[in-house]
């Protein structure tokens, strides 16, 4: 693939959602670009603001909030895209608040008739693969408890 080739196949890419840098260099050597070309074009995107790891950081934060994921699992599937740490950090929000409210919402849809033991396990269990820390999900399996 010729450099002009690999630029308007980023560019496609592009159009259709936010990527980060690495992930978009990893999706267009999949589709048969040199790894340098890929590299240079990927760079030039940078430069011209076209794709950013902050951006796509905030914007996958978000989304993933929105359907009520904690902070261990939005982090990790962010290093796994390729987005420094930096990045995932100014993106997460800083409030604790705001995580305890996600898995208190979560536990509530969750959350049927009176627990149990092996309710409040199979819920707890739940929340932790969602990425809510131990605190997080006990402190939501509590609010649940007291409404």
């Known amino acids: 693939m010729t450099e002009a080739e690999v630029r308007d196949l980023a560019l496609r890419y ?9 992930e978009l260099k990893r999706k267009l050597i999949g589709r048969g670009a040199d790894t340098n070309v890929a590299e240079s074009v990927v760079g030039r995107c940078a430069d011209e603001n076209l794709v950013s790891d ?41 409030d604790e608040s705001r995580w305890h409210d996600l898995a208190a919402q ?10 149990d033991y092996n309710g409040r396990a199979k819920i707890y269990r739940s929340l932790v693969s969602r990425g809510f820390t131990h605190e997080q999900a006990n402190a939501a399996l509590d609010h649940c408890v007291a409404d």
Do not use: N
């Open 106 to 115: 979560w536990a509530e849809k969750r959350y049927r008739e009176p627990l």
């Open 54 to 94: 902050e951006r796509f950081a905030q914007m996958y934060v978000r989304t993933r909030m929105r359907r009520l994921f904690g902070p261990l699992k939005i982090r990790a599937e962010l290093r796994q895209r390729g987005v420094d740490d930096g990045a995932i950090t100014a993106a997460m929000p800083a």
């Open 14 to 22: 592009l159009t259709r959602r936010e990527y980060g840098l690495e």
